[in-house]
C-alpha cells in the first residue's frame, strides 16, 4: 500500500490527490493520510493556518489510511516510533520529496509519501480524468456563473497576483522577486503578441495593489471571492482560455484543470529562490508550459 501525507493549501492537495489517483491507474492501493489538519505542530510550521480543502469539492472521492495502516508503514509516534526507526531502519518504509522530480517514486508499491509533488510529469497523462472528478459545486454566486460565462465567450486570459503572505520577510526571501511586474508584463506581451483582443481577469489576494496597478478596459479584477468561498478563483481561472500564474500552485492548478484545446499556460522559470532554473528540464517535465523569468524573458 502507498499512502500519501495531505498537507498545506488547496494548490498542494490537489497535488497530492492526483498523485493518489495516479497510483490507483496503476493498479496500486493507495491511500490518503489527512491526519496533519488536526495536528497543531505540523501547522505551526507553515505559512498560515491550512483546512482540509479537498472536501470542499463536489463529492470528491478518496479513501483515508487508518492509523494501523499508517503505523505498518512508518511505526508509532513517540519513544517506540523512534526506537524502531534507529534500531530497525529496514522496517520503516518512508519516503520524503528532496527534488522537484523523483523517477522512482511510481514505482512504489509499500511507502508512506511526503511532499507536495508540484511536477506535472508525474499525473500529466490523467489531468483529463481529474478534470472530471474535480467538481467544483454549482452556483457558487450569480457573479461567478455570468462571469464564467463571460470568459468563455472571449480572448479570456487569467492572471493570478499572489502578495499577502508572501510578502512576510522570511517568505520574501523565499518566494520573492519571482513574479515582477516584468513577469507580468512579458507575459501579457507574450499573449497579445499572439491575440491583440485578450481581455485580462485578475485575481489576487491584494485587493488595493491590483486596482493600481491593473488599469483599462483589457482588465477585469476578480475579487469577490472570499474565505471559504476563495477556491471559486480557480474555477474561474479555469474557465479562462488562457493562463498567467503566480510561483504558486493554486494557479498552476487554475491551468492544469483548464480543458480549452488550444491554451497557453504561462509560469514562472523558478518557483523558490533556493532553486536553479534549468530550462531544458522544465520543459520535459512540465510539457505545454511556457516558462518567463522575473525580467519576463521566455527561458
Not at 13 to 24: E, N, T
Not at 83 to 88: A, D, I, V
Not at 152 to 174: A, C, M
Not at 222 to 241: A, E, H, T, V
Request: proline fraction near 3%; hydrophobic fraction near 35%; include cysteine.
Amino acid at each position: 500500500m502507498v499512502i500519501i501525507q495531505v498537507a498545506g493549501g488547496l494548490g498542494n492537495q490537489l497535488q497530492q490527490y492526483a498523485l493518489y489517483r495516479k497510483f490507483l491507474e496503476l493498479g496500486r492501493e493507495a491511500r490518503l493520510d489527512t491526519s496533519w489538519f488536526s495536528d497543531t505542530k505540523g501547522q505551526e510550521r507553515v505559512m498560515a493556518k491550512r483546512v482540509l480543502e479537498l472536501d470542499y469539492f463536489d463529492r470528491l472521492e478518496y479513501m483515508v489510511c487508518t492509523e494501523a495502516e499508517k503505523r505498518q508503514l512508518i511505526g508509532r509516534d513517540g519513544l517506540a516510533g523512534k526506537l524502531r526507526r534507529k534500531l530497525l531502519p529496514d522496517s520503516v518504509h518512508r519516503f520524503q520529496e528532496t527534488q522537484p522530480y523523483h523517477a522512482e517514486l511510481l514505482g512504489f508499491k509499500d511507502r508512506y509519501v511526503s511532499g507536495y509533488f508540484a511536477c506535472d510529469y508525474y499525473y500529466a497523462d490523467i489531468l483529463p480524468l481529474l478534470r472530471k472528478e474535480i467538481r467544483f459545486p454549482s452556483g457558487g454566486s450569480p457573479a461567478n456563473q455570468a462571469m464564467a460565462e463571460k470568459m468563455q465567450q472571449t480572448e479570456s486570459v487569467s492572471i493570478h497576483v499572489r502578495r499577502g503572505d508572501y510578502l512576510d520577510p522570511g517568505n520574501q526571501e523565499l518566494f520573492g522577486n519571482i513574479c515582477t511586474e516584468a513577469y507580468y508584463a512579458g507575459a501579457e506581451a507574450y499573449i497579445t503578441k499572439r491575440f491583440p483582443q485578450a481581455r485580462f481577469y485578475i485575481f489576487s489576494d491584494d485587493s488595493s495593489y491590483i486596482k493600481q496597478h491593473y488599469q483599462g478596459g483589457q482588465y477585469t479584477i476578480i475579487d469577490w471571492n472570499q474565505g471559504k468561498n476563495s477556491f471559486y478563483d480557480m474555477w474561474l481561472m479555469s474557465k479562462c482560455r488562457h493562463n498567467i500564474c503566480a510561483n504558486s500552485t493554486f494557479s498552476f492548478w487554475g491551468a492544469r484543470l483548464n480543458g480549452y484545446g488550444h491554451k497557453i499556460m504561462i509560469r514562472p522559470s523558478l518557483h523558490k529562490n533556493t532553486a536553479t532554473c534549468e530550462p531544458a528540464l522544465l520543459r520535459e517535465l512540465w510539457q505545454g508550459w511556457t516558462f518567463l523569468d522575473n525580467t519576463g524573458e521566455v527561458q
